[in-house]
């Protein structure tokens, strides 16, 4: 897969000047507890329970008094049923009526454990343990949400504990097994890993990095970092991840989101300068400009260090006669404008700003790659924010993707989970989502090979040659200026962008009583005219298949000549040369589908509805994207000519 961006993306809510709030330790999403109803009572206190890893049981030798015992009961029955809300309710109030019973503390851990609220579940399992130390269960309650909050050594002593009261408990006996084999794994891993790198140039710095994060209470016991290139890093599996686990937990504290940026020194100082930027980015661009510039006396150095120095893989930094190699992409007006805004921006703030002065525009351009390469968009305490992620945002792309990430208020922390299992060794990706080349090519410095997101851009116009120019202008607001539109288009009939492009030229074709019947429709909406007739629709697909032919005309090379020089394997994977190509032949491929859908759509348009029905039928049970257009433009036109 291409190299990460270089990496992310937001918190919000707290804003102490560049000093978040630490986040609670949290830890990994491994089996969860087997969800069996709970059974009251338990053995005396000289005979610990031997229940199975999970539900809530009758733990202890402790009797709930009075209404606490229906409440307990309520809450098994419950939890039997799968309805744990209900049954953490019922637990509760049991729990109110009872502080000091173990076993309701106990069953509460096990119900937070089925809601995946590992803090709480932890925090009732430590309450069962201070109230009935030698009760074996508490220690495995304890154990368990440990062990799922990624803090392993400490789960360990807690299931060794608990088996120094009873060897031969069940539920203890496997679970600190299990452990210890993913522990011993872990520990063969690293010292293959140790001796399988010695050439990182990078290896100080990411192990600075990684002892800064755990010291702060991050976790990431199964991951590693992997140097290939300067440009290109990423993170790989220790060991087998399972669906569904969480791989990954970075406290608040170690979040750098918009919020701290804007409490910082700089971030104030923009903010009552009162100038108005053009992208909100601009902050974290700043604040991570004043903190790389303390150098070791930020407490952001040991991520700032890890940091790409150069973005040699960004196309805004390409020589000539590289950029030559797009000659006919609208990627070129892209990376263009991405040039120009950042120079604006940087003039901008400094003219507001003195002390900006002292940092330069690439020191500027630099900062601003970091952010948009890398940023999060979270939602913290129901409030929107973006921010950067340590670690987290040293994942590579790949769609479809494989692991999820979120803001979990109940840990004060950031998780990436996994939504399929990953084996040993493999490259853990995560998905910047469905995006065009041009936008991963500009912004984030790779093409994807196969990328059914593609799009290009054309531009048409209202002609003045047209004998009702006057009127449609005035349909379209009355500016010469709105005559002439420009569309970036995918491959897909089906996609809002394309039938935005189709809805306006079948505007522009309209005659007479279409136009007629058009202006005067309740509600008119430009962008989403539909086919009007066989005699617009053909010269619709004739406009646009011309737009296609002109742009494919911009280019240096052809179709089949890009697909070639890819297949050769002549330009190195991820190089620059090799995006550029990407890029262009992704541009051409739908071009061409435009030019091929117009040869192929006009002979049915023009066919009579009992000849196209065989077709139709055909079409009717195809998810192609020629099919969506005959299913949703030809048969409509022919079928109402029939």
Not at 158 to 182: E, F, T
Not at 321 to 350: M, V
Not at 432 to 437: E, F, I, L, S
Request: charged residues 30%; contains cysteine.
């Amino acid at each position: 897969m291409p190299p990460k961006k270089g990496g992310k993306k937001k918190p919000a809510g707290k804003d102490e000047e560049d000093k978040p709030q630490a986040a609670p330790e949290v830890k990994k999403d491994t089996k969860a507890p087997a969800k069996e109803a709970p059974k009251d009572k338990a053995p005396a206190k000289s005979a610990p329970a031997k229940d199975a890893k999970a539900a809530p049981a009758r733990e202890s030798s402790g009797s709930v008094t009075g209404n606490a015992a229906d409440l307990k009961d309520k809450g098994a029955k419950f939890f039997a049923k799968g309805e744990y809300p209900a049954a953490l309710e019922a637990f509760s109030k049991a729990i109110e009526l009872d502080p000091n019973n173990e076993t309701l503390y106990s069953n509460r851990s096990a119900t937070f454990s089925a809601l995946k609220k590992w803090p709480q579940a932890l925090a009732d399992a430590e309450k069962t343990v201070s109230l009935k130390p030698d009760w074996p269960k508490g220690y495995f309650r304890q154990g368990h949400a440990l062990e799922q909050l990624l803090r392993y050594p400490e789960a360990h002593d807690s299931y060794k504990r608990g088996l120094a009261l009873d060897k031969a408990d069940a539920a203890l006996v496997k679970a600190s097994a299990d452990l210890m084999q993913l522990l011993d794994e872990l520990k063969i891993t690293e010292k293959e890993l140790d001796s399988a790198s010695p050439n990182n140039p990078d290896q100080d710095r990411f192990q600075l990095m990684v002892n800064w994060l755990k010291e702060g209470g991050a976790q990431f016991p199964k991951l590693y970092l992997r140097y290939y290139s300067e440009d290109y890093r990423g993170v790989h599996c220790l060991t087998k991840v399972p669906n569904d686990d969480v791989i990954l937990y970075v406290p608040f504290k170690y979040i750098m989101t918009s919020e701290v940026a804007k409490a910082s020194e700089i971030g104030k100082k923009i903010v009552n300068s009162g100038v108005d930027l053009r992208s909100k980015h601009s902050y974290l661009a700043s604040y991570l400009l004043q903190e790389k510039h303390k150098g070791p006396k930020s407490f952001w150095y040991p991520y700032i260090h890890i940091l790409p120095q150069h973005y040699k893989n960004m196309p805004i930094f390409f020589d000539e006669p590289t950029l030559g190699w797009l000659k006919g992409s609208f990627s070129l007006q892209k990376i263009a404008d991405r040039i120009d805004s950042l120079k604006k921006e940087y003039d901008n703030i400094r003219r507001a700003v003195p002390e900006f002065g002292q940092y330069t525009h690439e020191d500027f351009v630099w900062a601003r790659l970091v952010v948009i390469t890398r940023i999060f968009g979270l939602v913290i305490e129901g409030n929107k924010t973006d921010g950067l992620v340590p670690y987290a945002d040293m994942l590579n792309h790949k769609r479809p993707r494989e692991t999820k990430w979120t803001f979990e208020d109940s840990r004060n922390g950031f998780i990436i989970t996994s939504l399929r299992t990953i084996q040993r060794g493999d490259q853990v990706y995560d998905s910047y989502g469905r995006k065009c080349n041009s936008r991963f090519f500009v912004n984030y410095g790779f093409s994807l090979d196969d990328n059914e997101d593609n799009e290009v851009v054309i531009r048409l116009q209202l002609p003045k040659s047209d004998p009702h120019f006057a009127m449609k202008l005035r349909m379209l607001g009355g500016r010469e200026t709105s005559a002439k539109r420009e569309f970036q288009i995918p491959a897909n009939y089906k996609e809002k962008k394309t039938k935005e492009l189709f809805s306006f030229m079948r505007f522009v074709h309209a005659k007479d009583s279409e136009l007629l019947l058009l202006s005067s429709s309740d509600g008119f909406k430009l962008d989403e005219i539909e086919p009007i007739s066989i005699a617009n629709e053909l010269k619709v697909l004739s406009d646009i298949s011309d737009a296609c032919k002109v742009v494919v005309k911009g280019f240096d090379t052809t179709l089949e000549h890009d697909i070639k020089l890819l297949e050769s394997g002549e330009l190195p994977m991820y190089s620059n040369l090799r995006n550029c190509v990407v890029m262009r032949r992704g541009e051409k491929e739908v071009l061409h589908w435009f030019i091929d859908l117009a040869e192929k759509a006009i002979p049915l348009l023009q066919a009579n509805w009992r000849d196209l029905k065989r077709t139709a039928a055909k079409s009717y049970q195809s998810n192609s994207k020629f099919d969506a257009y005959v299913t949703g433009a030809i048969v409509p036109l022919v079928k109402k000519q029939a």
